[in-house]
């Protein structure tokens, strides 16, 4: 990573208009059939949590503004209905990020397929457009997020911005400028603008704001892109301006070549996608695993187990502040809820995040006897700090006096450990289910698998089912 250039320099092609350029000129024969897979991996699960998120308080909250706030068209509202695509492309990311189950990258720490996804479904079904066209949005969505956010470093993460906000917005008027076929000055000035007001703090973390930062990503992209369609200009090196993004928010840390990149290495694959087997923050999803494999080696069972401690970097500790969680979002960055339900259940499911589970007193009792205790030291070995950034040694104390060790670098469904494509369906049929039903989630499966021969998105979802998506 290097700073900025010297203001007496002369300078590159702007930042935006570099991403623009690449996403105005990508076409879906452009992208390997290996980042297309990755891609509709991502479609696929990102729709699945979506739509098992819409029953969740900010999406509710999300989609009742939307239907206030926002003119009626054709974009899909997963809880049904249509609306003009930002108000869609709002409502259906809240779902998409109010479970948080949905994927993230280490290319900015940024859960790129909620923003990016509905999005790209919002703007491609208000153009008119198949499903290699929604194909071919989410992959310029995704990889122009992933590569600014790689540009900078991941140090904007570990300063307290809230990556997916800050980047999705990125993403979010990428995957619109494709679909509306902007050329590359004009996706630059669209891009340029949503950088000047783009942002969003960790502080939110827990909270329904989250999902909704989100949200209100997506729906500036949107509207960045729409009115630079309609011929806003704006100064395309904002990321470049000693008054610009890279000076102010990444402490001037800016490497253009991570977009010169752009179509030569494709950020889906490398650093890749990690899909979460748990419905809760990643950072809780190695010692999970830690628990669960020590547990069956050992045939220990809950009442085994007098104490669970856990050493984490620093990372892990900065996001999972909540010790004694009250409430589900609370629960989903808190370490010991996710090893307590490890402990009890065997795994960590979205049923164990309901009101009723959470003051369960056995759960309750398990919560207190786990200990997580950040590892200064964790990043001073370059290989520990790059093969487990969320990783985490795990030691069981049981009540016979023994002690169990554990480390466990990458958790199940990261890139180190990938979902096997039977896991991938179930959880989707899982997560889509609390929607549409058992057979409206097969017969969604079964459409999403062959997305490219969708010639009408408008029919996506006409499952002839119960419940949303009307």
């Not at 209905?81 to 993230?104: I, M, Q, T």
């Not at 603008?193 to 989100?214: D, E």
Request: charged letters at 20%; proline letters at 5%.
């Amino acid at each position: 990573m290097t700073l900025l250039p010297p203001d007496d320099l002369p300078s590159p092609t702007a930042a935006a208009r570099q991403i623009g350029d690449w996403v105005a000129g990508l076409r879906r024969c452009d992208v390997p059939e290996a980042a297309s897979a990755v891609a509709l991996d991502c479609i696929v699960d990102t729709l699945g949590v979506a739509l098992a998120g819409t029953g969740e308080a900010a999406a509710r909250l999300a989609a009742d503004d939307a239907l206030e706030s926002y003119a009626a068209g054709p974009s899909r509202l997963l809880t049904g209905g249509r609306l003009c695509a930002e108000g869609a492309a709002f409502a259906n990311v809240a779902a998409a990020h109010a479970l948080d189950f949905d994927d993230n990258s280490y290319a900015g720490f940024v859960h790129g397929s909620a923003v990016v996804v509905p999005t790209a479904l919002a703007m491609v079904e208000a153009a008119g457009g198949t499903g290699s066209d929604l194909l071919t949005a989410v992959v310029a969505g995704a990889e122009a997020q992933y590569a600014l956010a790689e540009a900078v470093g991941n140090g904007v993460y570990h300063a307290g911005w809230w990556t997916t906000a800050l980047f999705g917005t990125v993403g979010a008027t990428a995957a619109a400028a494709r679909a509306l076929g902007l050329d590359g000055r004009t996706a630059a000035d669209a891009i340029a603008f949503a950088l000047c007001g783009t942002g969003g703090l960790r502080a939110c973390f827990g909270t329904g704001a989250k999902p909704l930062l989100a949200a209100q990503a997506a729906a500036n992209g949107v509207r960045a892109a729409r009115l630079a369609a309609r011929g806003l200009t704006v100064p395309h090196a904002v990321v470049e301006d000693p008054r610009g993004f890279a000076r102010l928010i990444a402490a001037g840390r800016f490497d253009p070549t991570a977009l010169e990149a752009l179509g030569q290495r494709w950020r889906l694959l490398d650093p890749g996608i990690d899909t979460k087997l748990y419905p809760v923050c990643l950072s809780a999803h190695a010692a999970i695993d830690a628990v669960r494999d020590l547990m069956a080696e050992r045939g220990l069972t809950p009442g085994d187990i007098r104490i669970v401690n856990c050493r984490v970097p620093p990372v892990v500790a900065a996001n999972l502040t909540y010790d004694r969680p009250m409430t589900a979002g609370e629960a989903r960055f808190s370490l010991p809820f996710a090893v307590a339900c490890a402990m009890l259940h065997g795994t960590l499911a979205l049923d164990h995040l309901d009101e009723t589970a959470l003051a369960d007193p056995e759960l309750r009792q398990a919560i207190g006897r786990v200990h997580m205790t950040a590892d200064p030291e964790w990043n001073a070995d370059p290989d520990r700090a790059r093969s487990a950034p969320e990783g985490a040694e795990v030691s069981i104390e049981t009540t016979s006096g023994e002690r169990f060790v554990r480390f466990c670098a990458s958790a199940r469904g990261t890139v180190a450990r990938p979902l096997s494509a039977a896991e991938h369906s179930a959880k989707f049929l899982i997560c889509a289910a609390r929607a549409v039903g058992p057979g409206g989630a097969e017969r969604l499966h079964r459409k999403l698998r062959r997305l490219e021969a969708e010639s009408d998105l408008s029919s996506l979802f006409d499952l002839a089912h119960h419940g949303g998506c009307s």
